[in-house]
C-alpha cells in the first residue's frame, strides 16, 4: 500500500517535472500563460468588488463570504486545473480520436492515473499567488466566526468537491470513447459548472433546484462556504458526498466500459 | 470571378460549413447564453427592492444582457482562432496562393459563420420577449437604430483587425494560445461583459473610454438602451472611428511583416 503510493508520488513528480521543462521551453508563452491564470482570479476578486461597492451585499450573503465564496471556488477549480481538468475534458477526447491512447495502453501504469494526471500544469501553481492575497485579505479585512469543526467541515467538502469535478470531468472524457467529438459537451458542461463562483441561493427556484439537486454544483463553492460560515444544511452535506460517491462509481464504470470499446481508430 | 460574388461564396461556403456542423454551432451558443443567463441573475439579487441601479432600470438590465449575447455574434470576431491554427500548421500557405488576401478571406467567412447563430438569436429573443413576457427595452428615437448599427459596424472592423493583428502573433510566437486568452480576458472585462461598466468604479469607466474594446459591445447596447446623451454619442462615435484607424494601419503593417518571416514549417 505504501509503496504503491509512494510509486505514484514519484510519477506526479515526474510528470510535474516534465510539464514544467516543457511549457518553460517557450518562456513567452508560459509568461502569458501564467499572466491569463492570475488575471482569471483578479477579474472575479474586481467583479465581486464591484458589486460591494454598489450594495453591501447580495441577499443572504454579505461582503466577507462573497469573498470566501469566491476564494473557494478558485481552490477546487485551482486543484482540478493543475491536477486532471485538462487531461480528462481535452487531452483524453484527442488522443483517443486519433488514436495515440494506444500509448497509455502499452506503459504498465494504471491507465485511469495515466490518463488523468500525464499532464501537471505547473502554470496553474502561480495562480495560487493572487489566490493566496485574496485569503490574506479576508483573514485581515474580515471578522469570521469560524471553529475547528466548521474548518475541518470545510476541508471535508472541499476534497468532496475536487472529486465531483474529478467524476465529472472523467464521465464526459470518457463518453469520447464513442462519441467522435465528444469534447464539445463537455466543455458546455465545464461553463456551466464555471457559474459555481456565484451564491446559488441567489437563483430563481427552479434553476436552484437543478444547480442543487439535479446537477449539484453547489458543492463546489456553495456548499463548502455555508459549512464555514456554519449555516450549511446536514442533510444537504450528506446529499452532496452520496451524489459524488454515484457519480464516481458511475465515471469509472464507463471508463473501464469505454476502454473495452476502445478500437485504436488510427493504428 | 467578380469581387462581389467572390464575397458571396465566401458567405455561402460558411453558412454551408455552420449548417453541417450545426450541433458545434449550438453548443458554443449555449456556452455563451450561460454566462448571459448568470450574471443578470447576479446583477438581479444587487437590485433588491430597488427599481434602478445607475440609471439602469431592471428590463434595461435584462436589455443589456441580451444585447451582450447578441454583441458576441454580431460585433465580435474569432478570427485568430481559425488563423492561430493554419498558421502553426504551415496551411496558411495555401491561403497565400489564392486570388484573395487572406484578411479579406477571413473577414467574409467569419460573417458567414455569424448569421446561422444570429438567426436562431432572432428568433429565441422574439419568442422570449412576445411569449414568455421577458422585459426588453425597445429604443423610442427615430435615430437610434441607424447610429446602432454604425456603431455595430464600426465595432465589428475595431474587433475583427485587432484579433486580425493578434492572430498575427503565431507568425512571430510558437504556440500563441496563451496569449489570446489573455486578451480575450481583458477584451471581455473592458467590453462590458461581466455588467455594464457604469456599475464599475469611476476609474475604470474613465479608463475605459480610452481602450477600444468598449466600442465592440458596450458601447452600440448603451445606443440601442437610449442610455446616452448626444454629446456622449458623438464623442464615443469619434473615439471609436479613431481607434478603427488605428487598428486598421497597425494591421496593415503588422500583416505586412508578419507575412514576410513566414517560413511555411507546416508544409
Redesign the interface.
Known sequence: MVGSLKRYAQLLYLFTKFDFYLETAYGLNFLFATCGKIFRVLLVMVFFKTLVLRVPGIPQWNEAQLYILAATFYITDLIASILFHRNLLFHLPRIIRDGTFDRILTKPIPQLFHAAFNKIDVGDFLAFVPFMYFWIYIVQHFVLSVTFGSVALYVLLVVNAVVFIFALVLLLGSTSFWLNRGDGFGRLVDHATGAARFPFDIFPEKLKFVVFYILPVAVLATLPTQALLGFAQPLYILYSVGFTLILLAAALVVWNRGLHAYQSASS | MSSRSLNWSLLKTSVKIDMHYR??VL?WM??SA??VM?YP??WL??Y?DRTE??GFSRSDLLTYFIGILVMEYLAQSYVDEDMHEEIREGKISALLLKPVHFVRYFFFVHIGYKLLPLGVYAVLITLGVSVLDIPFSLPTQWYTLPVFACTVVIGHLIAYNLKMILACAAFW???????R??YW??C??FMGW??PLV???LW?QQLSTHLPWQYTAYFPIMIFLENVTVGAMTYGIAVSVVWLGIAVAVRHVVVRYSIRRYNAVGS
Open positions: 450541433f458545434r453548443i449555449a456556452m450561460i454566462w448568470v441573475v447576479v439579487a444587487v433588491g441601479l445607475s510566437i510558437e504556440e500563441a494560445e496563451p496569449l486568452v489573455l480576458i481583458v471581455n472585462l461581466m455588467g456599475f464599475f468604479p475604470f
